[in-house]
């Protein structure tokens, strides 16, 4: 099986534990996910069965949406709602004030990656040294927030917003800091991450409802992955050269970076990338036998 199913994650389950169902339901033992999200949090998480893990990296590139609830008046440890309260504040904004603060968001925004994270520095990821009490320095990066919109009005110190985000953006940080902009302190509370790429959470399947049903159905095939890149299909004689990985003369001019390779018969073989003289192999999914 070689392909991508579009799972939601319920509460309470990490996103190890999905991939950890999805190989006993499934039965295959190459599986990996897309992005992991915390075990409060809701929403899609790809996941990636045989082949299709080498597209892993691509689908963690995508640009994902979420919906969360912003808590004002407090920062906690986690920076969402199971951290426990560091400071807390008397909340005086009016809705149009949020609404002003989220607006300086859009674009290109700096961020600190918040200690309760998975990124590594020296060797260490960083929630084992939060549950150890440490706090360090971790330097800032920049993210993009494409789209950020309010969902719900100000009220009792609670609003919803709809954040359309780059790679690596973490939503609890960008809770803490309209928060921060606000001189009122926040926190997250709910999370759903609503889309990731071309995944959405209309089309996605619990675990539960995978049990039940024929998984070759809702596979999503790792060639689709790449429609937005023109095909090529190569001649018969060159289908010794493909199935080897050896580079591909192009006999009309490249309309592209990226290119789908298919051999003479129609199959699938790879990402290629186009070099200025030749193709040359992006990422093999040729499985000799197939």
Known sequence: MDGIINIYKEKGFTSHDVVAKARGILRQKKIGHTGTLDPDATGVLPICIGEATKIVPYLSDANKTYEAEVILGAYTTTEDASGEV????????????????????????????PMYSAIKINGQRLYELARQNIVIDRPSRMVEILELEQM????????????????????????????????????????????????????????????KLNAEEILISIEKMFEQYPAVVVDKSYNKFLYNGNPLELKIAAAGLFFRVYDYMNHFIGLYKWSGEKLIVEKMFYKEGK
Request: neutral net charge; hydrophobic residues 35%; aromatic residues 6%.
């Open 86 to 113: 560091v400071e807390e504040f008397a909340v005086e904004v009016s809705n149009e004030q949020v609404l002003d603060v989220l607006a300086r968001f859009v674009g290109a925004y700096e961020q600190t990656p």
């Open 152 to 211: 719900s009005p100000l009220k009792d110190g609670r609003f919803k917003i709809r954040v359309v985000c780059s790679k690596g953006t973490y939503v609890r940080t960008l809770c803490t800091d309209i928060g921060r902009k606000l001189k009122c302190g926040a926190h997250m509370g709910e999370l759903t991450r609503t889309r990731v790429g071309e995944f959405d959470i209309e089309q996605s399947v619990t675990l539960k409802q995978l049990e």
